[in-house]
């Protein structure tokens, strides 16, 4: 971590434009339903508050694509971080122009704003610098505490900086500091547990982790292309025929630097793709070729647990069933249970964001590891090697 944090400045009666992740669930009754990005965002608000700035905050919230989408409002998120806050938290019906500009500038130190759904104008996605210069207008200094945006070179990530200087929060700082780490100097042995839907979308984290991990464990849908790749039957099961000399490849890769590479060797099929489908288990060889894999089997994660036992880091990327059907999320949750297990024996767990994050979440598990990320697609593309742009526009130490 070698980017400016908000210790490293001084924000006393300074308006300071921080960028949010409070892209939040919302029911159809307009509540959130998961809190939690607003809540990890806590520590960096406070401790700006508690420094003498007011604060002039701007997330997006959804996928408006460039309109104003009245279910998208940020209204919902206002009132939540209110009270998290306990003090009010004034809003805009937009997040530039003559109101949003009025209104920061007539913020007293301790106070906060909210400003409207940035998404709202398909200028911020586009980071078209116009926009962007509006947004710096409305503040003193600029801090990014939005990882899960920070893989994206938008006008609230990286066109602002070109008018600000900016650092990161404290959220950006802890989520730079477990990755880096783990990347750069992780505690051997280092197991890294990956799945999701498709081969497709994880191959350079693959190459990346044949590189530097100890052992890979496969799940999810992905884990089909592998299997098949070996020569095994796998049904109607999800599999990606155009990447099988890939995983070949990938295998070859791992067995020539001698790591451990590990299959399923139990799976669970369904005989369609159903929450209530007929299920059962069987070996990854026997597989029936009119039914389907929607999971891990109990073997499987027998393996998984004697893999992970003597661990000292782990990364968990992706779920290993069909998580969002409880029939078949069994196998995941099997795992994110043991991860808790190791994370209480000293191991370093980090779960790397997006689907693997929510299922830790809903299993009530994120407090029992080291670190959750708040960033699929940014914790993907940061462990993959590549440079994230909102990162990048930050200033260096």
């Not at 420094?51 to 209204?75: D, T």
Request: charged content about 25%; hydrophobic content about 45%; some cysteine.
């Amino acid at each position: 971590m070698n980017k400016k944090t908000i210790r490293d400045i001084d924000v006393a009666g300074k308006r300071v434009l921080v960028r949010v992740d409070f892209n939040v669930p919302l029911d159809e009754n307009q509540r959130i339903t998961d809190d939690i990005r607003i809540t990890a965002a806590l520590p960096t608000l406070r401790y700006l508050l508690e420094h003498g700035a007011s604060l002039i905050l701007m997330s997006h919230l959804g996928r408006p694509k460039g309109k104003a989408v009245e279910s998208m409002r940020l209204r919902p998120v206002a009132q939540r971080l209110s009270e998290l806050l306990q003090q009010p938290v004034k809003t805009t019906s937009d997040c530039v122009g003559a109101e949003a500009l009025f209104e920061a500038q007539a913020l007293q130190p301790g106070e906060v704003l909210l400003l409207e759904n940035l998404r709202f104008h398909k200028e911020e996605e586009e980071n078209d610098p116009a926009f962007a210069r509006q947004l710096a207008e409305l503040g003193d200094l600029y801090v990014n505490d939005a990882f899960g945006t920070a893989h994206r070179a938008h006008a609230s990530t990286e066109g602002v900086t070109h008018y600000l200087p900016g650092v990161a929060g404290f959220l950006m700082e802890k989520e730079l500091n477990y990755l880096g780490s783990t990347l750069e100097n992780p505690r051997h042995p280092f197991k890294a547990i990956v799945g999701g839907a498709k081969v497709s979308d994880k191959i350079a984290v693959l190459e990346r982790l044949i590189a530097i991990a100890d052992g890979i464990l496969i799940g999810g849908g992905m884990a089909n292309t592998f299997l098949k790749a070996q020569g095994l039957e796998i049904g109607e099961s999800l599999v990606e025929d155009s990447k099988l000399d890939v995983a070949r490849n990938l295998m070859l890769k791992a067995s020539q630097r001698g790591i451990e590479f590990l299959l399923p060797g139990d799976v669970v099929i369904a005989d369609r793709f159903a929450p209530d489908a007929n299920a059962k288990v069987v070996a990854s060889q026997k597989v029936p070729t009119d039914w389907r894999i929607l999971d891990i089997g109990p073997a499987s994660v027998e393996q998984f647990a004697r893999a992970l036992a003597s661990a000292q880091t782990i990364i968990f990327n992706g779920t290993l069933g069909v998580a969002e059907m409880p029939a078949f999320a069994k196998g995941t949750n099997a795992v994110v249970e043991i991860l808790g297990r190791r994370t209480a024996e000293g191991a370093t767990t980090i779960i790397g964001g997006g689907d693997s994050a929510a299922a830790v979440e809903q299993a009530g598990a994120a407090q029992k590891m080291s670190h959750v990320s708040t960033g699929g697609g940014a914790s993907l593309e940061f462990l993959e090697g590549k440079i994230l742009p909102g990162v990048a526009a930050l200033q260096d130490r």
